[in-house]
């Protein structure tokens, strides 16, 4: 597995946000996001290390969260997410929504699916057949730049009816309070979250 960075920090996003972790990032994604703020994971040459090297990194860690990039390029990855499950591990699959989720089904994997919307550019790239595979304890996440990225996630939301929650994000360095105002007013069962690390620690990789 070709792994960018290793490193110990809060979980900045989602349900699990806050929570002490363990991050495992993988080289290269198979998006371009625009407003992208881990590019450096595509562009990286990274680390080559075992399904075993990954396991003695993590022995004494409860949370992991394995992100990227996009993890699921890596063919070692449902082999790793199977043994993070078995040792006991929560762990957190970050995922972009191109690519099937349907063989990491695990009892205690989350998966963190995004969903692109217009602004990104990457929208037309979804596999929305993903959505059937979210379990109540997944979460499905949308990056929010404008109105038109609004609408068109309250429209995907509407039409496939996830299983799990549904958590609204704007885009890296824009106020949160229009967001937030527009989904209290409009009543939209959503949550509403910052990327935490962010805010505590600006920019900065590794965190």
């Known amino acids: 597995m070709r792994v960018c960075e290793t490193f110990r920090s809060l979980q900045g996003e989602g349900k699990k946000i806050g929570v002490p972790t363990y991050f495992i990032r993988t080289v290269g994604c198979n998006l371009q996001c625009l407003w992208c703020d881990t590019q450096y994971a595509s562009s990286e040459k990274g680390e080559e290390l075992s399904v075993d090297d990954i396991m003695e990194l993590v022995k004494d ?6 992100t990227g990039g996009e993890p699921m390029l890596q063919k070692d990855t449902p082999e790793l997410l199977k043994r993070l499950s078995e040792a006991g591990k929560t762990v957190v699959l970050e995922t972009n929504g191109s690519i099937s989720v349907k063989d990491v089904v695990y009892d205690n994997v989350i998966i963190s699916m995004d969903i692109k919307c217009p602004y990104s550019g990457m929208h037309e790239k979804m596999d929305f057949s993903n959505i ?16 038109a990225d609004l609408e068109y996630a309250i429209g995907i939301l509407e039409k496939y009816k996830p299983k799990c929650e549904a958590i609204f994000t704007p885009v890296g360095g824009m106020d949160i309070e229009p ?4 989904v209290v007013e409009r009543r939209i069962d959503v949550r509403v979250l910052p990327q935490l690390h962010k805010i505590i620690w600006g920019n900065k990789r590794a965190v």
């Open 61 to 66: 860690e409860k949370d992991v969260c394995l």
């Open 132 to 147: 059937a595979f979210l379990k109540e304890k997944d979460q499905l996440k949308f990056v929010i730049s404008d109105g």
């Open 179 to 182: 967001l937030a105002e527009e």
